[in-house]
């Protein structure tokens, strides 16, 4: 199995460093509800369908993403809290390229 770091700062501004598999096709948003990040029920609500925003957070580290989806981009035009760094966790997949990747959770709507 292949992990990879990642930094994850959670709503209260507390910092988890997580082990990430990349041979699972994980994304982001499952990694934070694995390690129970966030309280359940508040993120990925609608499944990692990019149709919620419930997984929004900010990417704080250099790391290359790939491009906004269509979906994505049209969810996060609707969604509370929206900076310039902002993506949908359950759009990021753990890829070992991604790490040391470091996010901090949106505010929950």
């Known amino acids: 199995m292949s992990n990879i770091k990642v930094f994850i700062i959670d709503r209260?501004?507390?910092?988890?460093?997580?082990?990430a598999p990349t041979d699972m096709n994980m994304n982001l948003m499952e990694v934070?509800?694995?390690?129970?990040?966030?309280?359940e029920g508040t993120i990925g609500v609608c499944g990692g369908?990019?149709?919620c925003a419930s997984c929004q957070c900010y990417i704080e580290s250099d790391h290359d993403l790939?491009?906004?989806?269509?979906d994505e981009d049209a969810m996060l035009a609707e969604a509370l809290y929206v900076e310039d760094n902002?993506?949908?966790?359950?759009?990021?997949?753990?890829?070992?390229?991604?790490?040391?990747?470091?996010?901090t959770?949106?505010?929950e709507s």
């Open 12 to 19: 209260d501004g507390i910092t988890h460093e997580v082990d």
């Open 32 to 39: 934070v509800r694995a390690y129970d990040i966030a309280p």
């Open 49 to 51: 369908m990019a149709m």
């Open 66 to 70: 790939p491009e906004l989806s269509d």
């Open 86 to 103: 902002s993506r949908l966790g359950c759009q990021i997949h753990m890829v070992p390229e991604l790490d040391g990747l470091k996010v």
């Open 105 to 107: 959770l949106a505010p």
